[in-house]
């Protein structure tokens, strides 16, 4: 079965510093890997997606990165955090099955910047 | 941008019918209809799809109308464990790989 697994599952930082935070996936290969955002009271909003090692789409301009160095691993990154970027960050993989469109996510990030 | 439109909020007594609606005016022809719940601080889970005809599983009940620009998600029997914010999306699926926006759903609080 696919696991999705992602850490740590809750950080707090200052302002200005760096961020990175780790999504890996099993049981799969070559998934299509997402980053969300949801702000408090907030919807979804998709941050990145990858189809596959070396390939990223940003959806929106901020200040944050992410990357994909290994087929099931995507991580996001940031050089100095803004208050803003407080939120629920959840990692997700889809696939095909058969014409379905099948999205997992995994447990989230839970992150505060002070 | 998403692609649909649903109520902010919706309340509904425990052990009725949820009946949660959902516009997507501009579907296109090869697109699904999905719909996801996330319980506060949880990942969003998978509840069900559909194309054009009436789908049910073990979860809840979809009706997409006659001209799909709209569906209703139904739980049939609401209970306090399904108060959560329920998203209803649109995908279509071509060259293996599709991108899934997410709208900012209903929040369904069920009322003992």
């Known amino acids: 079965s696919q696991t999705i697994h992602q850490w740590p599952a809750t950080l707090v930082q200052p302002v200005g510093s760096p961020l990175s935070l780790e999504c890996t996936v099993e049981?799969?290969?070559?998934?299509?890997l997402y980053w969300y955002r949801q702000a408090a009271g907030r919807g979804l909003q998709l941050l990145f997606y990858?189809?596959?090692?070396?390939?990223i789409s940003s959806e929106v301009p901020q200040n944050l990165s992410a990357s994909r160095p290994q087929d099931r691993q995507f991580i996001l990154s940031s050089k100095k955090l803004l208050l803003s970027d407080s939120g629920f960050y959840l990692c997700?993989?889809?696939?095909?099955?058969?014409?379905?469109?099948?999205?997992?996510f995994g447990p989230g990030t839970r992150l505060t910047v002070l | 941008d998403a692609k649909t439109t649903q109520p902010p909020s919706m309340d509904c007594a425990e052990g009725r019918a949820a009946n949660l609606p959902c516009n997507h005016s501009?579907?296109?022809?090869?697109?699904?209809v999905y719909w996801y719940r996330q319980i506060h601080s949880q990942g969003p889970q998978y509840i069900i799809h559909?194309?054009?005809n009436n789908e049910t599983n073990e979860m809840a009940s979809l009706i997409i109308t006659e001209d799909r620009k709209s569906s209703t998600l139904i739980l049939p029997h609401a209970t306090l464990r399904d108060t959560a914010v329920y998203y209803c999306?649109?995908?279509?699926?071509?060259?293996?790989?599709?991108?899934?926006?997410f709208g900012t759903g209903t929040k369904l609080q069920v009322i003992p």
């Open positions: 997700a993989w889809n696939r095909l099955a058969g014409l379905r469109l099948e999205q997992f």
């Open positions: 049981g799969t290969s070559n998934p299509n």
């Open positions: 990858s189809v596959g090692i070396g390939q």
């Open positions: 501009t579907i296109s022809g090869n697109e699904y």
């Open positions: 559909g194309l054009k």
């Open positions: 999306i649109v995908s279509s699926v071509s060259g293996g790989y599709q991108k899934v926006t």
